[in-house]
T-cell receptor, first 110, second 113 residues
Framework: GQNIDQPTEMTATEGAIVQINCTYQ??????LFWYQQHAGEAPTFLSY????GLEEKGRFSSFLSRSKGYSYLLLKELQMKDSASYLC???????????FGAGTRLFVKA | EAQVTQNPRYLITVTGKKLTVTCSQN?????MSWYRQDPGLGLRQIYY???????DKGDVPEGYKVSRKEKRNFPLILESPSPNQTSLYFC????????????FGQGTRLTVV
């Protein structure tokens, strides 16, 4: 079957670094996405990984290990506006079906 | 401005009364998709479309219909809504659906009583 897991909630301090983990199980894999979703708003794209390794984009980085079925999103220099849900999602074989995790709610405190 | 537009944003309806939620994109994207989002379950894909007149089921298609007669529009139809379809619905589009980012509409909060 297909499964994707990520922690329900995390809390971190402004200015710190936080790592949000995501593990998945699937028989077919075509890449992994991270989206950010503020309360009451639509998800917005953060990153896409299809090869193993780290992709860096400003304060946000995303890592993928296909052999381990594991990804993480790293947020540096946390700001209050980073308080949001972070959604991990993978594309199945064929690349047309997207499976989302339930999301991780991140609270950034002063 | 590049965007995905859903209407209505909020809807309260009664069980069994047919409704349509519209979705339109102005980016000439081939791929469009509908999701529902429920607390603790995350986004679940209802239907998707790879191009005009090409649609397929996602993970939770029961009780829903879609059509793709034009590239820009992808309406979601609930022929006989039931209370378990109360949810937050998102439409999304992407260039090809494969390794390209999805752009989401603002969401439609549907309540079926």
């Amino acid at each position: 079957g297909q499964n994707i897991d990520q922690p329900t909630e995390m809390t971190a301090t402004e200015g710190a670094i936080v790592q949000i983990n995501c593990t998945y199980q699937t028989s077919g894999f075509n890449g992994l996405f991270w989206y950010q979703q503020h309360a009451g708003e639509a998800p917005t794209f953060l990153s896409y990984n299809v090869l193993d390794g780290l992709e860096e984009k400003g304060r946000f980085s995303s890592f993928l290990s296909r052999s381990k079925g594991y990804s993480y999103l790293l947020l540096k220099e946390l700001q209050m506006k980073d308080s949001a849900s972070y959604l991990c999602a993978f594309l199945n074989t064929g690349g047309f079906k997207t499976i989302f995790g339930a999301g991780t709610r991140l609270f950034v405190k002063a | 401005e590049a965007q995905v537009t859903q209407n209505p944003r909020y809807l309260i309806t009664v069980t069994g009364k047919k409704l349509t939620v519209t979705c339109s994109q102005n980016m000439n994207h081939e791929y469009m998709s509908w999701y529902r989002q429920d607390p603790g379950l995350g986004l679940r894909q209802i239907y998707y479309s790879m191009n005009v007149e090409v649609t397929d089921k996602g993970d939770v298609p029961e009780g829903y219909k879609v059509s793709r007669k034009e590239k820009r529009n992808f309406p979601l139809i609930l022929e006989s809504p039931s209370p378990n379809q109360t949810s937050l619905y998102f439409c999304a589009s992407s260039l090809s659906g494969r390794n390209t980012e999805a752009f989401f509409g603002q969401g439609t909060r549907l309540t079926v009583v």
